[in-house]
Nanobody, 121 residues
Framework: QVQLVESGGGLVQPGGSLRLSCAAS????????IGWFRQAPGKERERVSC????????YYADSVKGRFTISRDNAKNTVYLQMNNLKPEDTAVYYC??????????????WGQGTQVTVSS
């Protein structure tokens, strides 16, 4: 059974950092693309970052370029999103998802439950 479980969210002040984790089970994460998405209240879901299998191609939304970094620990079957210099507009529920395919261009059909990130002073 495919399962994705996010953790690491919380409350942080502007300029602070958080690292989100997404633990995968039921499939080998190394063989598949994995993405991070976020959704703020009243806004559409936004793709924040995506890493194709073997990190052939990595995508970042313009709003997070230079501040967020996606990475994998294949031994732990886990993907991370390091978020630095956080801004209030980064406040959202963050989700990880996979298309169970190698590339980010495929439809994401497996989703975690989400973790809340709040950036506020």
């Amino acid at each position: 059974q495919v399962q994705l479980v996010e953790s690491g969210g919380g409350l942080v002040q502007p300029g602070g950092s958080l690292r989100l984790s997404c633990a995968a089970s039921g499939f080998p994460l190394v063989d598949y693309a994995i993405g991070w998405f976020r959704q703020a209240p009243g806004k559409e879901r936004e793709r924040v970052s995506c890493d194709s299998s073997s990190s052939i191609d990595t995508y970042y939304a313009d709003s997070v370029k230079g501040r967020f970094t996606i990475s994998r620990d294949n031994a732990k079957n886990t993907v991370y999103l390091q978020m630095n210099n956080l801004k209030p507009e980064d406040t959202a529920v963050y989700y990880c998802a996979t298309p169970r395919a190698r590339y980010c261009s495929y439809e994401f059909d497996y989703w975690g439950q989400g973790t809340q990130v709040t950036v506020s002073s």
